[in-house]
């Protein structure tokens, strides 16, 4: 499946589980149900690496997260992406669209929360570098992210 990346996805900003912000200090825009349940099943559970809008702003970097989140033993699936850039508000009901671009790595469990922000953290970094790579930066550049959403309301 990593092959047939660039991947692109959007929708609706839902409220997660509020540890983003608050527990790990990275805020993270989330996806409903649906929009995961969207996605390839072949698409490996993990960390990637992209970029990302909300309403059809300014494209930011982002890392992005895919799976049950094995640290807090999630039930279900979810898609949760921290973007790079300061909000400084609730993105709650806009449009998030993302191209995710890369992946980082295999999700798996933190012995501690330390860890865990550590690791996220890395994959900040690794994505900083590897989005101004020219094949990749060229990507923030896609139609999708100024494209109207069609709505299933």
Known sequence: MLSQLP???GGEIVRGFGRGSKELGIPTANFPLEVVK????????????????????????MV??????????????????????????DLYGQTL??????????????????SLIAAIRGDIEQAKAFLDEADKAKLKEAPYFTEKLCSSK
């Open 7 to 9: 991947l692109f996805a």
């Open 38 to 61: 969207s996605l390839p099943e072949s698409l490996p559970t993990g960390a990637y690496y992209g970029w990302a809008n909300v309403d059809n702003g300014p494209v930011h970097k």
């Open 97 to 114: 669209k993302i191209c995710i671009v890369g992946y980082l790595r295999p999700e798996r469990s933190f012995d501690s929360l330390e």
């Open 64 to 89: 992005l997260s895919v799976g049950w989140n094995p640290f807090y033993n999630n039930k279900e699936k979810s898609v949760e992406t921290h973007m790079l850039h300061d909000f400084n508000c």
